[in-house]
């Protein structure tokens, strides 16, 4: 799963600046890359880092042919074959809401924490399943979600903390996408209009979700949160 496509370049910016305070990665691998957005916004705060991506789709090799990544590879990070050649080599892994699809998320971190050198840093936002959202439509809220493999944010923090992780940094504000009503809407509405007149009403819930978001984010209706954790030299 790629990044959401209705995230902007502004907010792919304000998601890699959260890097900026820690040493200057010479490496940076983003997985689940798809078209590789987010190293092509990335480079512009880091112009001197080597970016690659990973996906499970060949859009990774037409990403770097676009030259938006230096190196390309297609398949799963826990891939045996893809986790030795990649083993310790990056100073900073990248997963933005990609976690919950991942066949086995527990092994999916294993493997992250794995090709990250000592002292470097794991990047990860997923949608959060204990947010108020999520309570009050249940699996409704996201699509798909019987197929989802949603974590919470604590039982994320555990599993990396007994992988050898430090959690340095946590945010369930700044990672907020505003979308919940209007994704809700086009869940229902087809169910009593024709398709071609849910379109004002949905364009209507999207545009409060804009004007919304900053106020639900500093409440539980923020649905995402964001991670960041060191491996330690102790890191298995």
Known sequence: MSVPSALSARRLRSTAQVILPFPEPESWLDVGTGDARFPETAKELFPYTSFDGLDATPRVEQARRAE?????????????????????????????????????????????????RPGGHLLLEAADPQCAFAELLGERWLPRARRLRLLSLDDLCTELTSQGCTIVGTDRRAAHLPHDLSAALSLCLPRFLPSWSTRPPLAAAKALDHALAPLLRLTRFSNTYRLIARREASAP
């Open 68 to 116: 938006r990544v230096e190196e390309a590879h297609v398949g799963l990070l826990t891939d045996p074959q893809i986790r030795m050649r990649l083993r310790a080599r990056y100073d900073v892994v990248s997963m933005l809401h990609h976690l919950p699809y991942a066949p086995d998320p527990r092994e999916e971190l294993h493997a992250a924490v794995a090709v990250l």
